[in-house]
């Protein structure tokens, strides 16, 4: 018996990371074990802003090799790329029809990201939430692991599922439930402990890219930033030293552990003990994954036979889902 169906959704961007990897990839490896799982490369959602086309390429089948370097089995969920599968689209449309203005107009990242020109914001990117809400509901997912930031669109998409089911007097989509990432999971920059490890940083050294050889990765441990001081006892002895809080919190997260377990463990020590742990483990976890993903996109035949299989696999469970919205919504089939 699973505990329900997951559907989650990454967007095609290079240069994955070590943040991304235990933000978000690592979760859904883990959540395998207990739901159906269906993981999507959402390369529709991709173009709501402008995109290189042979980039968006490359990316989305490295995003898709990582997540199989990962451990996202072919053999326990489905993955795929968002536009191999139709349906996800022709819901969008319904889900615009739903919607209403005032809804998406309350969207904080749809405010970012257009930024203050908005009048030259795509229609794509407005309606970017109707199309995550169909991703979800195209397949009745009942979870949704998201990070904190995606909170309010799982929160649109219950609204909406709500509104189509009395718009229409049924009783058809679940109110799909969100998983929060844990917030301690949170990566920052090996070289400013007070910002994010992004992939547009334009210092390398500033992250641990998954794809970094051996010694490249204990290159930037070592030379990430800390203080003097030894490691302290207490996790409250870390507040006001935000690098050597992310160091502990990456060492948590490699080793599936408690920050307060692993600071236990090193406590009274100085950042040259620490420091050459942290990189043992960095590499024992990241390295086999950058190779399974090298070999991958090395065989580009096999890869997109992955996602293909995947496409199939998602279609089959679409299309008989929109077949029902259509007969909902009065549709001649
Ligand atoms: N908007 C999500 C993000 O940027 C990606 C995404 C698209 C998604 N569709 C989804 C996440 C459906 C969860 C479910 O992170």
Not at 71 to 99: D, M, T
Not at 195 to 205: A, H, I, T
Not at 221 to 240: S, V
Request: a negative charge; aromatic letters at 8%.
């Amino acid at each position: 018996m699973t505990k329900g169906r997951i559907f989650s959704g990454v967007q095609p961007t290079g240069n994955l990371h070590l943040g991304n990897y235990l933000g978000a990839i690592r979760n859904w490896v883990a959540l395998q074990a207990d739901f159906e799982t269906i993981y999507c490369v959402v390369d529709l959602h991709a173009i709501t802003v402008p995109q290189d086309p042979a980039r968006l390429q490359q990316a989305t089948r490295e995003v898709a090799a990582c997540l199989i370097a990962s451990g996202i089995a072919p053999q326990k969920s489905i993955l795929f790329n968002q536009s191999r599968v139709p349906q996800h689209a022709e819901l969008a449309w319904v889900f615009n029809c739903v919607a209403r203005l005032g809804w998406l107009n309350r969207m904080t990242q749809f405010k970012e990201k257009a930024g203050k020109n908005r009048e030259n914001a795509t229609v794509g990117l407005y309606a970017y939430p109707t199309l995550m809400a169909a991703d979800i509901l195209v397949y009745l997912a009942t979870h949704v692991p998201v990070g904190e930031d995606q909170k309010q669109h799982l929160e649109l998409t219950r609204d909406i599922a709500l509104a189509f089911n009395s718009m229409f007097g049924v009783d058809f989509f679940p109110t799909p439930e969100p998983l929060i990432y844990k917030t301690a999971a949170r990566v920052m920059n090996l070289r400013d402990g007070s910002s994010k490890m992004s992939k547009s940083d334009d210092s390398d050294f500033t992250r641990i890219n998954l794809t970094d050889s051996s010694e490249m990765i204990a290159q930037k441990i070592k030379k990430a930033k800390t203080d003097p001081e030894p490691l302290p006892a207490e996790m409250a002895g870390l507040a006001e030293r935000p690098e050597a809080r992310n160091l502990i919190g990456i060492y948590a997260g490699l080793s599936g552990r408690e920050e307060a377990a692993v600071l236990a463990d090193f406590a009274g020590q100085g950042f040259g003990k620490f420091k050459p742990a942290l990189a043992d483990l960095a590499i024992e976890v990241i390295a086999p994954i950058g190779a399974r993903m090298t070999e991958l996109l090395e065989d580009r035949a096999e890869l997109d036979r992955l996602l293909d299989h995947g496409a199939e696999q998602a279609a089959a469970i679409a299309a008989p889902v929109l077949d029902e919205v259509k007969q909902i919504v009065g549709f001649v089939r």
